[in-house]
């Protein structure tokens, strides 16, 4: 009895060796399908040996099958808990694979056993998945200790800033994000909108502009961002255009109307923003602030009777106008 159990447990092992290797020889190859197939095999000799599964899931990471990869980590795991390479990769796979806990568990894991320098950055990713801000910035602090090259660890402590409306700390973080890793176009735009939030008008156009010359989709949002800061800082030339290259796509917005003809009353052109206010009215008859516009820009231009007449029947319509009335402003405060 001895000598059988002695035996089969030698076949076992020569058998689990030679389908190992040649899984390896497939999978050092690129045939991962090959090499999952045979490393399979060779677990269904040995179903506890922590380099077959571990190579098996290596096999299914490279083909993309991301949770049956953790599931072979796992159990390699729980063969062999003091391996780093299936530590590191576990903890790297439940993060890639949104298993936010399970992560941080495991980089906590690698933290102990001092595998590594990512544990940090796993940990603060994961915190910030889960919307935990003020802990997803304790561990980008350490993560940036630990790899300052890494441009995702500002970022990532950029947006949780931005997340609890800590817009100047945000824009720096941003900087600094972007200053590791240029070829982010979606960053600059982030870090634009950032400072058009703070507000810093010039610093948003030149993070606009460089996310545009990196290939940044010019969308009707980013146009109308880029235009907003650039009538803001009295660019009305380029802010005017801007909007007008949206108006195009949109030509029923009213919000757009209403900012083109804002721009148009700002630098004087009176008329130019009466017809703009008048397509509002056109849209939307009921418009009382458009309506008391219009007689402001009649005052304007000279004709205040006619002009007063509009801006007391917009009050009529909104009596909460009278107010902007007495105060001699506009609606919006402006």
Do not use: H
């Amino acid at each position: 009895m001895l000598g059988l159990v002695s035996n089969i447990t030698f076949a076992q092992t020569d058998s689990t060796d030679f389908y190992f290797k040649k899984g390896t020889a497939e999978k050092e190859a690129r045939r991962f399908r090959e090499a999952e197939k045979n490393f399979a095999k060779a677990a269904s000799f040995s179903p506890t040996d922590a380099k077959v599964l571990t190579s098996w899931a290596q096999s299914l990471q490279e083909q993309r099958r991301y949770m049956e990869a953790r599931e072979k980590y796992k159990a390699a795991y729980a063969a062999d808990s003091k391996n780093p390479e299936v530590l590191e990769n576990l903890a790297n796979i439940s993060l890639n694979t949104r298993q936010w806990n399970d992560a941080i568990v495991y980089a906590k894991k690698m933290q102990e056993a001092r595998i590594g320098n990512s544990a940090n950055y796993i940990i603060a990713r994961s915190y910030y998945e889960q919307q935990n801000y003020g802990e997803c910035l304790k561990y980008c602090e350490l993560a940036f200790k630990d790899d300052p090259k890494r441009a995702e660890t500002p970022y990532i402590a950029g947006r949780s800033l931005v997340e609890m409306s800590n817009y100047k700390k945000a824009a720096g973080c941003f900087e600094q994000a972007i200053e590791r890793d240029s070829s982010k176009a979606g960053w600059m735009y982030e870090a634009g909108l950032v400072y058009y939030a703070i507000p810093d008008d010039k610093k948003a156009i030149y993070w606009f502009e460089r996310a545009a010359a990196k290939g940044y989709t010019r969308s009707n949002d980013f146009i109308e961002n880029l235009a907003n800061a650039y009538l803001n800082t009295k660019n009305y030339e380029k802010g005017l255009a801007l909007l007008q290259e949206v108006l195009v796509r949109k030509p029923q917005d009213q919000e757009l109307l209403y900012n083109i003809a804002d721009a148009y009353y700002q630098t004087g052109k009176y008329d130019d923003a009466i017809s703009y206010w008048d397509k509002i009215l056109a849209i939307d008859k009921q418009n009382a602030s458009s309506l008391y516009m219009i007689g402001l820009s009649y005052q304007k231009k000279g004709e205040k009777e006619k002009g007063q007449q509009l801006c007391d029947r917009a009050i009529e319509m909104d009596p909460s106008l009278k107010k902007l009335k007495e105060e001699k402003k506009m609606p919006g405060g402006i």
